[in-house]
């Protein structure tokens, strides 16, 4: 391996990649970024080669990795939308599963051993006890959470049969901004609550609606469990790190441990944004567990990972910024 490694960053023109880029190109890295720009966009882009390419295009992939060298792949080119994997599960597993077996088929071709994969909580439906650990039952309730427990267990196969080596991070909410305010969320739609709520503040939406105020948490909404982008990307460098030093395969959750509610959230984001925050209450959404906190012990100890922007206001205040230059 290369003293540099070269990375391919499959969906790096969305959210979590480009952040992920920007962390590779500062590490040195030769980055390969490879997207559709179906959710994602060329701008966000900053730096290294891009390669506009869809993952259903073998023949794409073919000469994706005929003309480079990888030491790693980041995959994040996933759907990610809940409520339409529902309505949409074709577009899901076509995307999520079928898809990413094209990469891996790919990898293994061409002799690349080292996946890191964007993976989430959803992997383990209604929590059983809280905090979650690794060794939850999985149980996912939705096409979205099962395609990514499917590729998970894909991913144990290929460990086994190809010598593949993979690490699976498990995400709880991802939020906030570049803390440089060059990158930030833009999904089309917006279905995180933070930047919603900041959307409200900055006049770009009328309110934030509140699903539910009797669950069984202090102030009766929902808890969640955001970690910082600028953690993520930190996380999964330090992933691909343990792979390149011969790590084995694993899967790990990545989260602050803390959760807070909804209501906190909206109260954080009043206060940073110094804005008042129009807020409609509306019935429960199906499906909403009360908690969704991470125990993140395991990555914390394997990876020698630490989030660093964890404070809810850092998070906020990092989004807003993004939000405010828009």
């Not at 969305?14 to 880029?21: D, T």
């Not at 390419?53 to 990888?70: I, P, Q, R, V, Y």
């Not at 919603?196 to 105020?213: E, K, T």
Request: charged share 20%; net charge negative.
């Amino acid at each position: 391996m290369a003293s540099t490694p070269s990375v391919l960053v499959v969906g790096g023109a969305g959210y979590i990649g480009s952040h992920m880029v920007k962390y590779l190109l500062r590490q040195g890295c030769d980055v390969v970024t490879y997207d559709n720009l179906s959710t994602g966009y060329r701008d966000a882009v900053l730096g290294g080669e891009f390669v506009l390419g869809d993952l259903a295009d073998k023949a794409a992939l073919e000469d994706l990795f005929s003309t480079h060298s990888f030491d790693g792949v980041v995959h994040f080119a996933s759907f990610i939308q809940v409520g339409e994997s529902v309505k949409e599960p074709a577009k899901y597993y076509e995307n999520n599963v079928t898809n990413t077996l094209n990469l891996l088929n790919a990898m293994v071709k061409h002799e690349v051993k080292r996946f890191i994969f964007s993976s989430t909580a959803a992997v383990y439906g209604e929590p059983q006890y809280v905090p979650i650990d690794e060794a939850h039952p999985k149980q996912p309730i939705n096409p979205y959470g099962k395609t990514k427990w499917m590729v998970e267990q894909i991913l144990q196969d290929y460990d086994n049969a190809y010598g593949l080596k993979s690490i699976a991070l498990r995400y709880f909410n991802a939020a906030g901004a570049d803390p440089e305010g060059e990158l930030g969320e833009r999904h089309e739609p917006e279905t995180h609550l933070i930047p919603l709520v900041l959307q409200a503040a900055s006049g770009r939406r009328p309110h934030i609606s509140v699903f539910g105020r009797d669950y069984d948490t202090p102030d009766g909404t929902c808890i969640r469990d955001y970690i910082h982008v600028a953690d993520l990307a930190d996380a999964h460098w330090l992933a691909l790190q343990k792979l390149l030093g011969g790590s084995d395969s694993a899967a790990y959750n990545l989260g602050n441990g803390n959760g807070f509610s909804v209501q906190a959230v909206i109260n954080a984001a009043r206060e940073v944004t110094g804005r008042d925050i129009a807020v409609e209450d509306s019935p429960r959404r199906d499906g909403d567990p009360a908690r969704l906190v991470a125990n993140s012990l395991a990555a914390r100890n394997a990876l020698n990972w630490l989030p660093v922007r964890h404070d809810l206001d850092t998070i906020i205040q990092d989004a807003w910024r993004f939000e405010s230059s828009r």
